[in-house]
């Protein structure tokens, strides 16, 4: 009978392995593939390739630094 219990906690521990690694590659392509729209343009940009400005704790992405001067001016005018 122990035997069949520590066969069914191998066996438990074994999914486990098993089943962490497809979620890790799950997350990395999620988060690889995310996208923020550009604020001025409306333009969706992959982080990889955004300009990222913070303004009031916020961050916001950018297709280019011409959104981002754009942006700001817009919100020094508010
Ligand atoms: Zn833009």
Redesign the pocket.
Known sequence: MKFLIWALLGYLVYRMFVGKAPQKIEKQEKSAAETFQ?P????Y?AEADAVVGRLEGKRYH???M??LR?FEALQQRQ
């Open positions: 550009d001025v343009c409306g333009v940009i950018f297709c280019s011409e959104c754009k």
